[in-house]
């Protein structure tokens, strides 16, 4: 392909030689490649480095960081040698979190979570949210973008509205997304395609086992699976 797509690959392995292969298999389709906290405690910084090695690419380190300024700060701080493109904090830890974050990384965008994609709105109201998951994901986005969240994640379903409430210079970035093509949803509940969440106004958009369990027939079916979605978005 002559242009990457606007796709974020989760390397969801507990394998660090396979995400190596997935990262090669893949290579100029895929701008920014998704390191997770299972990743992360597998293989620490010399895992995240390995990959950022092999790759010109961005990398998204997916730690969803939620805890006391202080700590979050000290967390920020430990992982910014590794220099990811984005690093993952909860918009719930609130802006001075948010903040704390942003301030111990200059090069990384920070980027906040709002609702995670895996709950229904049953489960937002379960654990304690006052509004549905619409709202929940708006007011969070907004405090991480007051907390200097250069970017959000947030369900397809509240693109449209978290656009319209932080302007057209913050990122959003979309996991649960599905080919039309998929079968199942995973983990995930609250779900679109690509092309949907695109045309409504995200970023990028994570996609993780629709491409990776082509691997199961080699390298070439891998990349030929990404080519195929990724034509369907650019």
């Given at each position: 392909m002559s242009k990457s797509a606007p796709i974020v690959l989760a390397l969801d392995?507990?394998?660090?030689?396979?995400?190596?292969?997935?990262?090669?298999?893949?290579?100029?389709?895929?701008?920014?490649?998704?390191?997770?906290?299972?990743?992360?405690?597998?293989?620490?910084?010399?895992?995240?480095?390995?990959?950022?090695?092999?790759?010109?690419?961005?990398?998204?380190?997916?730690?969803?960081?939620?805890d006391i300024p202080q700590t979050v700060k000290g967390a920020a701080r430990a992982?910014?040698?590794?220099?990811?493109?984005?690093?993952?904090?909860?918009?719930?830890?609130?802006?001075?979190?948010?903040?704390?974050?942003?301030?111990?990384?200059?090069?990384?965008?920070?980027?906040?979570?709002?609702?995670?994609?895996?709950?229904?709105?049953?489960?937002?109201?379960?654990?304690?949210?006052?509004?549905?998951?619409?709202?929940?994901?708006?007011?969070?986005?907004?405090?991480?973008?007051a907390g200097g969240a250069r970017a959000i994640v947030c369900s397809p379903l509240?693109?449209?509205?978290?656009?319209?409430?932080?302007?057209?210079?913050?990122?959003?970035?979309?996991?649960?997304?599905?080919?039309?093509?998929?079968?199942?949803?995973?983990?995930?509940?609250?779900?679109?395609?690509?092309?949907?969440?695109?045309?409504?106004?995200?970023?990028?958009?994570?996609?993780?086992?629709?491409?990776?369990?082509?691997?199961?027939?080699?390298?070439?079916?891998?990349?030929?699976?990404?080519?195929?979605?990724?034509?369907?978005?650019?």
């Amino acid at each position: 392909m002559s242009k990457s797509a606007p796709i974020v690959l989760a390397l969801d392995t507990s394998d660090l030689a396979t995400a190596l292969d997935w990262v090669q298999a893949t290579h100029g389709i895929i701008p920014v490649y998704k390191l997770g906290l299972e990743f992360y405690l597998n293989f620490g910084h010399d895992g995240v480095r390995a990959i950022a090695e092999s790759t010109d690419a961005g990398i998204f380190l997916d730690l969803k960081l939620h805890d006391i300024p202080q700590t979050v700060k000290g967390a920020a701080r430990a992982i910014s040698n590794l220099n990811p493109r984005y690093l993952t904090v909860h918009a719930s830890g609130g802006q001075s979190m948010v903040r704390s974050a942003v301030d111990s990384l200059e090069n990384t965008k920070v980027t906040g979570v709002t609702i995670l994609t895996s709950l229904s709105e049953s489960d937002v109201s379960e654990v304690g949210y006052g509004q549905n998951a619409l709202e929940s994901a708006v007011r969070l986005a907004k405090v991480a973008v007051a907390g200097g969240a250069r970017a959000i994640v947030c369900s397809p379903l509240e693109i449209v509205e978290i656009r319209k409430s932080i302007g057209l210079e913050i990122e959003i970035i979309t996991p649960g997304v599905r080919p039309a093509d998929s079968q199942g949803r995973d983990d995930q509940i609250r779900t679109m395609t690509p092309r949907e969440a695109l045309d409504r106004g995200a970023n990028l958009v994570v996609i993780g086992r629709p491409i990776t369990s082509a691997w199961s027939n080699g390298a070439q079916a891998m990349r030929e699976r990404a080519e195929q979605i990724a034509s369907g978005i650019l």
